[in-house]
C-alpha cells in the first residue's frame, strides 16, 4: 500500500491545458475533458493508442445466507458462474459488444468447478463462515483473497490492459456490502440497505435487523467514534470476492491503471481499498450509481461522481463496462480534435 503515488499533478495540468487548446469553448466538453485529464494523470503520459480494456468477475458464495437475507438461494452462484462460461449473461452480452477481455474468478464459491475450463480457479474456501455466529473470514482467510486481487492485478498490467472494470457475483453480498457501508459511513443500517435481489419490506426489515446485530457485537453502535479497522471490517463481514476486489483495485492503482468501479458491491471493495490507501481514489471512476441505497453513501465516502445513472442493480461489473465507452470517448476527443493552433481557428477574445 505504501507504494502507492497518488496520479501526477503535472500531467493533470498538462492535460487540463491541451482541453484547453482544443477547437472547442472552454470546458464545453463537460465531465468528458474531467475524464480524459484524469486518464492522462494516471497514464502519466499523452497516449494515443486505442485502450486495452477487461473485466474481472470475482465470485464467492457468502455464509450469512443462511438467515434468510436473500430471495435467491446460495446454488445460484454456482450457476451464475455456468452461465458467464457459456456466455449467456448480461456482462457477457455487454463485454462482447464493446470489445472488453473478460475474466471469471472463483475465489469462493460454494462448488466444485475442477475440470471446467474458462473459469481462473482461485478458492480460498467454499464461501464465508455466517457473520451473525462467528467473523466471516480468519486473518488468513482475508490476506489470502486480497492476494488473490493482487495477483491477478499484477497479470492484468501483463497483458496491457489499460482500462480495468471490477465486477462481482455472489448471493448474500449485498449483506456483507451494507455492513461495509454502514461501518465504514457510521450510517444505521436501515438508511444504506436496500432490497438487494428483491426482498419484501419484512425481509429487508429482518436483513437489517442482522447487520445492526453484527456491526454491535464487534464494533458497537453503527454512528460510533471509534475507529475501525478496515481489514476487520472486511474480515468479520466478508465476502471473499469483496477481499479479493479490494486487492485487484490495490493492485492496479499500484501499476497506475485506470479501473472502473461498478455497482454497490465492488465499490464497498473500493472503500476498503480507499480506507487503506487513500492514494487510490485517484485511480478510480464510478461506473454508475446503483439502485441501491448504500451505493450513494459510498459514492459520497469515495468523494465519486457516477458516469452513469440508469436505475441499475444487477451486479456483474455491467454498469462499469456499459461506462468504458464514455472514457474511451473522452480520450478519443483529448487525441484527435484540432487544437486552434493547428486547425487556424481564432480563439477567444480575453
Not at 464494533?219 to 475507529?227: H, L, M
Request: with cysteine; aromatic share 6%.
Amino acid at each position: 500500500m505504501s507504494t502507492i503515488e497518488p496520479p501526477s499533478q503535472q500531467w493533470l495540468a498538462r492535460a487540463r491545458a491541451h482541453l484547453d487548446a482544443l477547437t472547442k469553448p472552454l470546458g464545453s466538453l463537460g465531465r468528458l475533458e474531467d475524464f480524459a485529464a484524469q486518464m492522462v494523470s494516471i497514464r502519466q503520459q499523452d497516449y494515443a493508442e486505442r485502450l486495452r480494456k477487461a473485466v474481472y468477475v470475482f465470485a464467492a458464495d457468502h455464509g450469512v445466507t443462511a438467515e434468510g437475507v436473500s430471495a435467491y438461494p446460495s446454488e445460484v452462484t454456482r450457476q451464475m458462474v455456468l452461465n458467464f462460461l457459456a456466455h449467456g449473461a448480461a456482462i457477457n452480452v455487454l463485454a462482447k459488444l464493446h470489445g472488453v477481455e473478460m475474466s471469471v474468478v472463483d475465489v469462493g464459491v460454494d462448488a466444485d468447478f475442477d475440470g471446467i475450463d474458462g473459469l481462473l480457479h482461485r478458492k480460498v474456501r467454499r464461501g464465508t463462515r455466517n457473520m451473525m455466529r462467528e467473523p466471516a473470514m480468519s486473518k488468513e482467510e482475508v490476506t489470502e483473497a486480497i492476494e488473490v486481487g493482487l495477483d491477478l492485478a499484477d497479470d492484468s498490467k501483463a497483458k496491457g490492459h489499460s482500462l480495468v472494470a471490477v465486477g462481482e457475483m455472489g448471493i448474500g453480498n449485498t449483506t456483507a456490502a451494507s455492513a461495509i457501508t454502514s461501518l465504514l459511513t457510521r450510517r444505521p443500517a436501515d438508511l444504506i440497505t436496500g432490497k438487494g435481489t428483491g426482498l419484501d419490506t419484512e425481509a429487508l426489515k429482518h436483513k437489517c435487523r442482522i447487520i445492526e446485530v453484527v456491526s454491535r457485537k464487534y464494533f458497537g453502535e453503527s454512528g460510533s467514534d471509534a475507529w475501525r479497522d478496515p481489514l476487520d471490517v472486511l474480515r468479520i463481514v466478508g465476502g471473499l470476492e469483496i477481499a479479493a476486489m479490494t486487492g485487484f483495485i490495490l493492485g492496479v492503482a499500484r501499476h497506475g491503471v485506470a479501473v472502473v468501479v461498478d455497482g454497490f458491491i465492488s465499490t464497498a471493495a473500493a472503500a476498503i481499498a480507499f480506507a487503506l490507501a487513500p492514494a487510490v481514489r485517484g485511480y478510480l471512476f464510478a461506473g454508475h450509481k446503483s439502485e441501491e441505497p448504500g451505493h450513494q453513501a459510498l459514492l459520497d465516502y469515495l468523494e465519486l461522481k457516477p458516469i452513469l445513472t440508469l436505475n441499475m442493480r444487477l451486479g456483474e461489473g455491467t454498469g462499469a463496462v456499459l461506462a468504458m465507452p464514455i472514457l474511451e470517448s473522452a480520450m478519443c476527443l483529448y487525441n484527435q480534435m484540432a487544437t486552434f493552433e493547428s486547425a487556424g481557428v481564432s480563439e477567444a477574445k480575453d
